[in-house]
């Protein structure tokens, strides 16, 4: 795997890279939201308890195929409220490897599944081995 965050002639990036190239089979990972395994909502009215149980729910479907946050290549980031950016990047941060970071995508939605949803996030991963 190999990251390209700035290649030259790109725009500076605030912690993603501009692209990650791969071989091998990759992992789709379905829009991940704020629930826990109960499916309870986890901080209602907090976007960053919000983002760090989005991204514990995207590291258990990672470990079902013997993966982790290293492995993933690109996060599709769906916000409701851009407001809400410093703390995604925030806890996003505690997540990725910062000086490898996943090519990402970020778009502001008018309203996800659950009126309380503030975040969605769907990963794409390089894995190892297909169990």
Not at 56 to 85: H, P, Q, Y
Request: hydrophobic content about 45%.
């Amino acid at each position: 795997m190999q990251h390209h965050i700035r290649p030259e002639g790109s725009p500076p990036a605030n912690g993603y890279s501009h692209a990650v190239s791969f071989a091998g089979p990759m992992l789709m990972i379905s829009g991940q939201v704020p629930l826990d395994a109960e499916g309870r909502l986890v901080g209602y009215d907090d976007a960053a308890e919000q983002t760090r149980q989005v991204f514990r729910n995207i590291e258990v479907a990672l470990e079902a195929v013997g993966s982790t946050m290293g492995d993933v290549v690109k996060l599709t980031v769906f916000l409701t409220n851009m407001s809400d950016l410093a703390a995604f990047r925030e806890v996003r941060d505690e997540f990725v490897d910062t000086q490898r970071p996943p090519a990402s995508s970020l778009v502001q939605v008018s309203g996800l599944v659950h009126p309380a949803f503030r975040v969605e996030i769907e990963a794409i991963a390089a894995i190892r081995s297909i169990p």
